[in-house]
């Protein structure tokens, strides 16, 4: 049965963020899993279907004459946004989609190493390997072993994979499946010592992050903008450095090819583009959530701050980083209870029961032959949702005493409002 725990009666008032009731969720279930799919705001949502309704009225006027000013103002916009120029960037459908790209322009050879992380993201792990097995590249996969003290380990254990072969590194800047940190700008700073190319893979970063791709100086960023910048799926980019500018191109070949990676991405054939032109207005949404246009992203970062701590005291288990936050965004990563996995046969047969029996979505993922549970932190969410899925997975472990939420929730939202203040 649902766990009955409440949450103190004034958690939710106090931290319910202004943009909360823009989103369609529905209310039976605790979402903590925006870090996935993302959820789209319903603002944004009309302006999409405001564009689609414009495109079907004169679809040659829309897509043949004006797309192509259309196209470069969201991604003069965009760049902005990001800290880079709008000639370097492409827009593309998803981050994997950005790698893909990076994948397909490097003229590859025969014994060519490819660096990536243990903690990297499943479907990069296996575009890395479609290239080995068609250039006869290798995959070398840096382990990262787990808790980290610092950023300083995960940099240590990437420049100690390079060597003479090494043509490529692929790093994440928040991994996906740990929801770490990771210190890309060290990195790369690494990779250009020893004349290697550095990709970073910034799935999660923009909307999260307080980002500046130029600065970063790797030669590709990319990243998605449906996840915390809540723009419509099918939306990312693909920033190109000037020195690999001139021959990344796109996954798909089409009209523009030879005009610029801009160009090229902007039209790959015939699409949908309502999503793409609904970027700025997501980006206006984001930046509406306070004072200052980062306040959101402040807002969720020290949200999960907070739930990461008091989710490692309620199951009284050790952190996968330092318990400051400095290596955690706005999703972070908590080893279960011993008694989940004693319980369930697999990660994934409990993930089903935490959602059909307490109606909580969140992610279990079996890393390292642990399971963990990954949470995410977004303006809908409030501490109570955190307090609410520490009390439930304490007694699906068979827990009691002191553990779960037990003597927790007064002090934990003292300690929440404590966190969030000035957010």
Avoid at 162 to 189: G, K, M, Y
Avoid at 259 to 280: K, V
């Amino acid at each position: 049965m649902a766990t009955t725990f409440i949450p103190p009666t004034d958690s939710a008032a106090a931290f319910r963020s202004p943009l909360a009731d823009s989103f369609s969720l529905s209310q039976e279930v605790v979402f903590l899993n925006h870090g996935s799919f993302g959820s789209v705001p319903k603002p944004v949502s009309a302006v999409q279907q405001a564009f689609l309704a414009e495109i079907e009225a004169q679809p040659v006027e829309m897509l043949a004459r004006k797309m192509p000013a259309r196209l470069l103002a969201v991604r003069e916009r965009l760049a902005a946004f990001l800290g880079t120029h709008p000639e370097r960037m492409g827009l593309v459908t998803n981050a994997t989609a950005g790698v893909g790209s990076v994948l397909r322009s490097i003229d590859w050879r025969k014994g060519d190493q490819i660096i990536l992380s243990n903690h990297g993201y499943n479907a990069v792990r296996q575009a890395v390997q479609a290239q080995c097995e068609r250039f006869g590249c290798e995959a070398v996969v840096v382990d990262i072993p787990l808790p980290l003290r610092g950023p300083d380990e995960v940099r240590r254990r990437f420049r100690g994979a390079i060597n003479a072969r090494t043509r490529l590194v692929i790093v994440d800047h928040i991994t996906s499946p740990t929801a770490l940190r990771f210190p890309v700008a060290e990195i790369a700073a690494d990779c250009r010592a020893a004349r290697v190319l550095c990709l970073v893979d910034g799935a999660h970063a923009p909307g999260m992050l307080d980002l500046d791709v130029d600065s970063i100086d790797c030669d590709w960023y990319t990243g998605n903008l449906h996840k915390w910048v809540c723009a419509p799926r099918g939306c990312a980019f693909l920033v190109a450095n000037p020195r690999v500018l001139p021959w990344t191109h796109p996954e798909t070949t089409s009209h523009p090819y030879g005009n610029g990676l801009a160009l090229e991405a902007d039209w790959q054939g015939t699409r949908d583009f309502s999503a793409w032109l609904s970027i700025p207005a997501a980006l206006d949404f984001i930046a509406s959530g306070g004072p200052s246009a980062s306040s959101l992203a402040r807002r969720n970062i020290a949200l999960a701050r907070w739930a990461h701590e008091m989710l490692c005291g309620a199951w009284h288990v050790e952190p996968l980083s330092p318990l400051d936050g400095a290596m955690l965004g706005s999703m972070a990563t908590v080893p279960l209870p011993a008694g989940t996995r004693s319980r369930f046969a697999s990660a994934s047969e409990y993930q089903a029961h935490v959602y059909a029996t307490h109606r909580i979505e969140a992610p279990i993922i079996d890393w390292g032959g642990r399971w963990h549970l990954r949470v995410s932190a977004q303006a809908y969410n409030t501490p109570q949702d955190y307090l609410l899925l520490a009390g439930a997975v304490w007694a699906d472990a068979g827990g009691s005493g002191t553990g779960g939420t037990a003597g927790v929730g007064t002090e934990a939202a003292a300690a929440a409002r404590a966190c969030l203040k000035g957010t």
